[in-house]
């Protein structure tokens, strides 16, 4: 198959770096890609846009997950929503109370 020079969806230079004799149509392969991709970003994570790609790849990591990894994964989800509730219900409640006295 000759190269049309267009790049195709779900095409990664790795294959042409690092991954040299894969298969890039193979989907275990352009899962490890997509791995070592993840692995590799590199960037400050004090931000609020790092702190959401770090949630949404632990979003990711979960729904492949099956399993126990899924369950305990969801616990901690839930657990985190759990908490951010109860501080938010901690602050209005001091808040009023500050407000009211």
């Known amino acids: 198959m000759a190269e049309s020079g267009a790049?195709?969806?779900?095409w990664n230079p790795r294959f042409?770096?690092?991954?040299?004799?894969?298969?890039?149509y193979d989907?275990?392969?352009?899962?490890?890609?997509?791995?070592?991709?993840r692995m590799e970003r590199t960037g400050p994570t004090f931000t609020v846009e790092a702190c959401?790609?770090?949630v949404s790849d632990?979003?990711?990591?979960?729904?492949?997950?099956g399993g126990l990894r899924y369950w305990v994964s969801a616990l901690i989800?839930?657990?985190i929503v759990l908490g951010v509730i109860v501080t938010a219900w901690q602050i209005v409640t001091h808040a009023i109370?500050?407000?009211a006295g």
Do not use: I, K, T
């Open 7 to 10: 790049v195709q969806p779900g």
């Open 16 to 24: 042409h770096e690092d991954l040299v004799g894969l298969d890039p």
């Open 27 to 37: 989907p275990e392969a352009r899962a490890f890609a997509a791995h070592l991709d």
């Open 52 to 54: 959401l790609d770090q």
């Open 58 to 65: 632990f979003a990711d990591s979960s729904s492949r997950a």
């Open 77 to 79: 989800a839930a657990l």
């Open 97 to 99: 109370a500050f407000l």
